[in-house]
T-cell receptor, first 113, second 114 residues
Framework: QQQVKQSPQSLIVQKGGISIINCAYE??????FPWYQQFPGKGPALLIA?????SEKKEGRFTISFNKSAKQFSLHIMDSQPGDSATYFC????????????FGTGTRLTVIP | KAGVTQTPRYLIKTRGQQVTLSCSPI?????VSWYQQTPGQGLQFLFE???????NKGNFPGRFSGRQFSNSRSEMNVSTLELGDSALYLC?????????????FGEGSRLTVL
């Protein structure tokens, strides 16, 4: 059972456009929601993360929007660049002290020059 | 500061064999987690070790095991390999369990089972 559902599976955006990736979860005990970026041949790298006590977090061109009542969160990439072309994973985990992240299935983003 | 190092990077095994993968965490990091990445199932948590103790285990059969040494280096072992075990196995380290929540991943060991 997929604990975190992610969409779309793939996304093509023009350079300068906005990329939006959505995730939904069921377990209300999740309390930490990171996004990871993975380039081919590399391991995932933390991009940005949010806790459910805030509705939005922005770091540079990357913004997470969090809707606790809807159990949804999304990643917005503003002014998308070709260098942003990668696979993006949302994830969720519990405040249990264990590093077991539940990942979404990933979104392959392609930014066209 | 060196990142997470995984060896070997690529390996090919046949069904029924066993394999051991190694992970050296970032210096000073004491928590090591392992994940399996496949096109069909995505990234799935295998287990986590901290101070040589397994803290948590994912939903994988007993053929998957691991351990951590006193220097925080970790190994995972898969016995009686099956075709479905073909995957990228990723190791991640953090300073403490759920320190800032940031896991630092290695580049993975790509296992192909024939």
């Amino acid at each position: 059972q997929q604990q975190v559902k992610q969409s779309p599976q793939s996304l093509i955006v023009q350079k300068g456009g906005i990329s939006i990736i959505n995730c939904a979860y069921e377990n209300t005990a999740f309390d930490y929601f990171p996004w990871y970026q993975q380039f081919p041949g590399k391991g995932p790298a933390l991009l940005i993360a949010i806790r459910p006590d805030v509705s939005e977090k922005k770091e540079g061109r990357f913004t997470i929007s969090f809707n606790k009542s809807a159990k949804q969160f999304s990643l917005h990439i503003m002014d998308s660049q070709p260098g942003d072309s990668a696979t993006y994973f949302c994830a969720a985990t519990f405040q249990t002290g264990a590093n077991n992240l539940f990942f979404g299935t990933g979104t392959r983003l392609t930014v066209i020059p | 500061k060196a990142g997470v190092t995984q060896t070997p990077r690529y390996l090919i095994k046949t069904r029924g064999q066993q394999v051991t993968l190694s992970c050296s965490p970032i210096s000073g990091h004491r928590s090591v987690s392992w994940y399996q990445q496949t096109p069909g199932q995505g990234l799935q948590f295998l287990f986590e070790y901290f101070s040589e103790t397994q803290r948590n285990k994912g939903n994988f059969p007993g053929r998957f095991s691991g351990r951590q040494f006193s220097n925080s280096r970790s190994e995972m072992n898969v016995s009686t390999l099956e075709l479905g075990d073909s995957a990228l196995y990723l190791c991640a380290s953090s300073a403490l369990p759920r320190d800032t929540g940031e896991l630092f991943f290695g580049e993975g060991s790509r296992l192909t089972v024939l």
